[in-house]
């Protein structure tokens, strides 16, 4: 089944509860969907990274590296 079908069907049915700290099966399948595709971003940042270098001092101020997990956060 679709996670929209999924997530509309537990939309109607109020499930998880509002008020629920866990995530139903639609929200962490979406949740590693996104992770998937950060950390697939990620590596191509890398590999332009040493494909091109990083001693420029713009490549450096465009980029934000969290101190809590090591990856970058763009601004625009």
Do not use: W
């Amino acid at each position: 089944m679709e996670l929209e079908e999924k997530g509309k069907r537990n939309g109607e049915a109020n499930s998880p509860q509002e008020d629920s700290r866990d995530h139903d099966e639609v929200e962490r399948a979406i949740t590693e969907r996104i992770e998937s595709l950060r950390d697939d971003a990620y590596q191509v940042l890398e590999g332009h990274i040493s494909t091109y270098g990083t001693s420029s001092t713009s490549n450096r101020e465009t980029r934000d590296f969290d101190a809590d997990d090591g990856r970058p956060h763009f601004q625009c």
